[in-house]
Nanobody, 121 residues
Framework: QVQLVESGGGLVQPGGSLRLSCAAS????????MAWYRQAPGKQRELVAIILNGGGTNYADSVKGRFTISGDNAKNTVYLQMNSLKPEDTAVYYC???????????????WGQGTQVTVSS
């Protein structure tokens, strides 16, 4: 099967930066898209940024100009560079990917385990 493993979360002061990584592993044929979602306490999970196989990207309005999503196809890895962080960015950040893979029922959407980002002074 397929696994998504995230890293890079932590505690940062307002105005600071963090870089999240998410690596996909398994019997992967291709990755159609990779995205970052976040979920703050008491709120619904929301899309932060997405990158498509062709390189196109899209961002939530709340992070435009501050966050950048990028991918390394050779490593099956997606990154989220987060700059000018605000307290309202505090959330658990989840990696999501649409993956074509070997095995019956394998192809589909996968989620990482989540990584905590806390922005506080």
């Amino acid at each position: 099967q397929v696994q998504l493993v995230e890293s890079g979360g932590g505690l940062v002061q307002p105005g600071g930066s963090l870089r999240l990584s998410c690596a996909a592993s398994g019997r992967i044929f291709s990755i159609n898209s990779m995205a970052w979602y976040r979920q703050a306490p008491g709120k619904q999970r929301e899309l932060v940024a997405i990158i498509l196989n062709g390189g196109g990207t899209n961002y939530a309005d709340s992070v435009k100009g501050r966050f950048t999503i990028s991918g390394d196809n050779a490593k099956n890895t997606v990154y989220l560079q987060m700059n000018s962080l605000k307290p309202e960015d505090t959330a658990v950040y989840y990696c999501n990917a649409r993956i074509e893979c070997s095995g019956y029922g394998c192809t589909g959407y996968y989620w990482g385990q989540g990584t905590q980002v806390t922005v506080s002074s």
